[in-house]
């Protein structure tokens, strides 16, 4: 794992640099993660917010309040989330792993708000994989 990790938004208005080494990551199953991505659970970095340097496009960035607690931070342009900000965890900032630009160089550790978890989550790693999209 790199010192510096880089990501950005899907149009790359948005780009950021993470200034520590990503160690925490979390798949969080709750439902509001769900609706927040807008798929069936959110993949999150935890880090501190002063590692957080978006170096391009700050101005692209929009936020909507999630709830009274929570922020989402994402391109205005395209639509890709690319953080969250939680008041009950102040100085940590939850990076969206998948606008990482080399998001497999993470792996999530844990699993949390499993009450909430689709449970055909829990059986992915059976289905039947094709390397692209399939043929008709
Ligand atoms: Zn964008
Ligand atoms: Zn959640």
Redesign the pocket.
């Known amino acids: 794992m790199p010192e510096k990790t880089t990501g950005s938004?899907?149009?790359?208005?948005?780009k950021y640099i993470i200034n520590e080494e990503i160690q925490s990551v979390v798949n969080c199953h709750c439902n509001t993660c769900k609706k927040i991505t807008g798929g069936a659970f959110e993949t999150i970095a935890v880090i501190r917010e002063k590692s957080l340097e978006i170096v391009e496009g700050e101005g692209?960035l929009s936020t909507y309040q999630i709830s009274e607690n929570a922020r989402k931070h994402f391109?205005g342009?395209?639509g890709?989330p690319i953080y969250n900000l939680h008041k009950k965890y102040p100085g940590r900032c939850m990076v969206q792993i998948g606008s990482l630009d080399q998001p497999g160089l993470v792996a999530p550790a844990v699993n949390i708000f499993c009450e909430s978890i689709l449970p055909w989550v829990r059986e992915i790693g059976v289905l039947t994989c094709f390397e692209r999209l399939p043929e008709k």
């Not at 938004?9 to 948005?14: I, N």
């Open positions: 938004c899907l149009c790359k208005s948005v692209a391109c342009n395209c890709t």
